[in-house]
Each structure stands twice: as structure tokens, then as C-alpha cells.
């Protein structure tokens, strides 16, 4: 059954800003952060507690995360690669982790430099000790509709992943369409696969990218057959530095505008969350592609027009 309201989980601030060539001050990260929050997005992931070498644009996690504010309901997360991000995570205070790795093998040795077993198992550590310190848990899986290396990949390989994700403490099991391969008959035939193998679709979330321009309907189908967790980007920003070819999240407002106006409960302002997508494109100085994000842009420089012209 679908589900009368959907949980949105905003990336912008991670998954969007680490794939910038310019790294954003961490005041005007934490300005974007706080516009999201007052939007009403109950659920931000905001920073990596990866090396800084590795992503230099998120570097600052553990002062942003010291500069948050305090909105309610916003939550605040940081993705987390290993025991040593971990331990950054809890020293900063964040309330909430994500972990990551690929259902294809060749995916994940380039993107960290592992087989999908090791992986696993250094995960399945973080998520005890995690929830152990009352953290609440994400674990993402990449590459579920389709490796830019391997091509298809099996849907029983990410519903392996995550019942060993779920059995080690994960809340959310997190589909991602890293190269946006995916299409809705693919979405309803992957989700209802791990369904029946023991995932519960409560905690089933998915994060689509729209590389092929299949994002929001993808999104749809999740949603009819029962997933109430969407990831999105404000303004369509961000993408996946290790995928060739990989740009573009779903965009939050096209997300929440899609849901409100049939009647589905986001808890999102879409006139505040647009304006956080107007800043973010400020920040960055170039136009971002969200489809609700230009609509909203236009409409203001005709706003801006007619007044000049009375």
C-alpha cells in the first residue's frame, strides 16, 4: 500500500557538495544547512567522516557539525567509510551515521579499495558499536540497478548485502542507483525481490540519481508499492565522483512538489526549500538542474521584471 507521507532525506550537503571542483566555506555550508532545516526536512545528511584527502570538499566535518543548528525535527548525519570514521562521528556529536559499499564487486574495489567482503565486515562492526552509543543507522548499498563497470547487476547480491546491513543494526537499507541505470519495472522488480527475501519496506529507503532522466519516476514506483524513504539533492545537486558519467541526484522540490500535490505528506515547505536551492546555486555560482529549481528561478527574475518595469 502506499504510504500516505514519505520521509525526505536530504544529501545536498554531502553527497551534492563533495562532487564540487571548489571547496564551499564551512559558514556557507552551515547557511545551507540551517535553510534545509527551517524548510522542514526532518533529515540531513551534512558531512563524511572520510579522510580529507580523500574528499577535501568535506574536510571541516567535524567543525560544521560543532556549527549546527538546533531545528526541530531536522536530524543531522554524516557518512561514515571505517572504524576510524566512526570514531570521528561520535567525537563530533553527530546524532546519526551511514555506512556504504557496492552489490558490484568491481564498483566497490574503485570505490574503496576493497572487495565486497571486507567491507562488510568492517560495516557490520561499525553498525554494532553504533547502535551500541545510540546512534541511529543507515546502510547504503550502491549500484543496485546497475554497475558503470559490470552492467546488471543480480538483485540477489544486494539482497545478501542487506539482510547482513539489517542483521548488523542498520535502521534504513538504502537502494542507490549510483549511475541512474535504473527504470521503474527494474524498481518494482528489485524492491519487491528483497521483500520477499525478509527486507521489510519500513526499512527500505532509495536514493536515485537522474543521469537518464528517470529519477522522479522511479521515485513514483517506489513509493506505490510501498517505500515511504526518498533521498533527494536540493536543486538536482551532486552526483558520484567514482562513477563516470554519474551526475545529478533527484532533486528535492521536484520530489516534494510531486508528493504534495497528490496528496502526500512531505512536512516540507517547498516556497523555503526552493529558496535554500536559490542559495546553493548562489553559493556555487552556476545553475543547478533541478527541474523545480529553474522554474522557481525564472519565476522570480519575471517577479523581479515586472516590478522593475511599473
Not at 545528511?45 to 543548528?69: C, H, K, N, Y
Not at 562521528?89 to 574503485?110: P, R, V, Y
Not at 560495516?123 to 548499498?141: H, N, S
Not at 520530489?255 to 500535490?261: G, H, N
Amino acid at each position: 500500500m502506499s504510504p500516505p507521507s514519505v520521509r525526505i532525506y536530504e544529501v545536498a550537503p554531502r553527497d551534492g557538495l563533495q562532487n564540487e571542483a571548489a571547496v564551499v566555506p564551512t559558514a556557507e555550508k552551515g547557511e545551507l544547512i540551517a535553510r534545509l532545516a527551517a524548510s522542514g526536512l526532518g533529515d540531513i545528511e551534512v558531512t563524511s567522516f572520510v579522510r580529507p584527502r580523500w574528499i577535501p570538499q568535506l574536510a571541516d566535518a567535524a567543525e560544521l557539525v560543532g556549527m549546527l543548528p538546533r531545528v526541530h525535527p531536522a536530524r543531522f548525519w554524516g557518512l561514515v567509510p571505517n572504524r576510524v570514521g566512526l570514531e570521528r562521528a561520535l567525537e563530533s556529536g553527530i546524532g546519526g551515521i551511514a555506512t556504504f559499499l557496492s552489490s558490484s564487486e568491481t564498483h566497490n574495489k574503485k570505490n574503496v579499495n576493497r572487495t565486497i567482503r571486507e567491507s562488510l565486515a568492517e560495516i557490520e562492526e561499525v553498525l554494532g558499536v553504533a547502535k551500541e552509543e545510540g546512534l541511529r543507522t543507515r546502510g547504503y548499498i550502491s549500484t543496485v540497478f546497475g554497475c558503470p563497470y559490470e552492467g546488471g547487476v543480480a538483485p540477489e547480491a544486494s539482497l545478501q548485502i542487506a539482510t547482513r546491513l539489517l542483521a548488523a543494526g542498520a535502521d534504513d537499507i538504502v537502494l542507490g542507483d549510483t549511475t541512474g541505470m535504473g527504470t521503474p519495472l527494474q524498481v518494482e522488480r528489485v524492491i519487491a525481490i528483497l521483500v520477499d527475501g525478509g527486507i521489510p519496506l519500513d526499512h527500505l529507503a532509495v536514493h536515485f540519481h537522474d543521469t537518464r532522466g528517470t529519477a522522479l519516476a522511479n521515485a513514483l514506483t517506489a513509493w506505490r508499492v510501498g517505500v515511504g524513504t526518498f533521498d533527494a539533492s536540493v536543486a538536482g545537486l551532486g552526483g558520484c565522483p567514482y562513477a563516470p558519467g554519474a551526475a545529478g541526484n533527484l532533486a528535492t522540490e521536484d520530489l516534494v512538489y510531486m508528493f504534495e500535490q497528490m496528496g502526500v505528506h512531505t512536512g516540507v515547505d517547498i516556497d523555503a526549500l526552493a529558496d535554500a536551492g536559490e542559495y546553493a546555486a548562489g553559493l556555487l555560482g552556476r545553475e543547478l538542474p533541478g527541474r523545480y529549481h529553474q522554474y522557481h528561478r525564472g519565476a522570480r527574475r519575471r517577479a523581479v521584471s515586472r516590478a522593475v518595469t511599473r
